[in-house]
């Protein structure tokens, strides 16, 4: 396996919290309810998918550090 490899697989996944209620997706879990699974990314998240809980939208989210 390839340093590159090992960097992306060591790699964490990012959180972006809703700006609106505070619901945090963890990029790790995924959405189940929403069909979404564990290990996509935000970013790849339909432009459509709102935050389960208060129904916002993607821009309505900011990642956390």
């Known amino acids: 396996m390839s ?10 996944m990012a ?10 997706y963890d990029e790790d879990k995924g959405d189940d309810d929403s069909g979404i699974a564990a290990g996509t990314k935000f970013e790849d998240l339909p432009d459509d998918w709102v935050c389960p809980m208060c129904g916002a ?7 956390l550090e």
């Open 3 to 12: 340093n590159a490899q090992l960097k992306l697989e060591n790699a964490k």
């Open 15 to 24: 959180q972006w919290e809703c700006l609106v209620c505070g619901w945090v």
């Open 57 to 63: 939208s993607k821009e309505d989210f900011e990642k």
